[in-house]
């Protein structure tokens, strides 16, 4: 199990499906600023950051591991922590991570993720209350999404989530995030991992 700063394995959850997996931690307020303040100094910076038309978020600040900041590289180490103990792996290759940020309009279009076993979010800043934005899956391989008839979905679905929420599910799940009205950024983390490396280049043409 992913460990907090006390070295106590934290309680790790499913959600809706034995496949997704859901932590919290206890200790957000001693990193969540240095975090917020890192994406949204690389969110300027080439480097690190792509910007969108906001049907994926505004921009998408890549390469956690990269970041030179300690906060960044306790929350890479967790999600890491979880592949492995979850699904008894012996390795998390990365193969790609990076921080979304939502602004006023945007959305991200239902999709899944490919090159990796599991897909990880961690929600760092929701933004403002009721603002929308919110996670759901939306796929008809996972029965919380249909609930009429096996195999075809017509509930989109999503856990209640908050600051210092670490979730894990199938890469292959389909997911979407709803439209975000709110006047704060909303921040989010991702990674897809694997236990072993690909060839090639993870990131989206």
Request: charged share 25%.
């Amino acid at each position: 199990m992913p460990s907090g700063e006390s070295g106590h394995a934290l309680k790790v959850e499913s959600w809706g499906d034995p496949s997704i997996l859901v932590t919290e931690f206890p200790d957000i307020e001693d990193f969540h600023g240095q975090l917020i303040e890192t994406v949204l100094r690389l969110e300027q910076d080439p480097e690190f950051t792509r910007h969108f038309d906001g049907h994926v978020g505004e921009s998408k600040v890549y390469h956690v591991e990269r970041w030179d900041c300690p906060a960044a590289r306790l929350i890479d180490a967790r999600a890491k922590a979880l592949f492995t103990s979850a699904l008894k792996k012996e390795n998390a290759v990365v193969d790609l991570s990076w921080a979304s940020v939502y602004r006023a309009g945007n959305y991200c279009l239902p999709h899944s993720h490919f090159r990796s076993a599991a897909s990880l979010v961690y929600f760092l800043d929701l933004g403002d209350e009721e603002a929308g934005g919110r996670f759901l899956f939306t796929d008809p391989r996972l029965k919380i999404c249909c609930r009429h008839e096996p195999g075809r979905m017509t509930y989109p679905v999503g856990p209640q989530v908050r600051p210092g929420i670490l979730m894990m599910f199938p890469a292959q799940c389909v997911h979407m995030v709803t439209p975000y009205h709110g006047t704060r950024p909303r921040i989010t983390m991702s990674w897809n991992i694997d236990d072993k490396a690909l060839p090639g280049n993870p990131l989206p043409n």
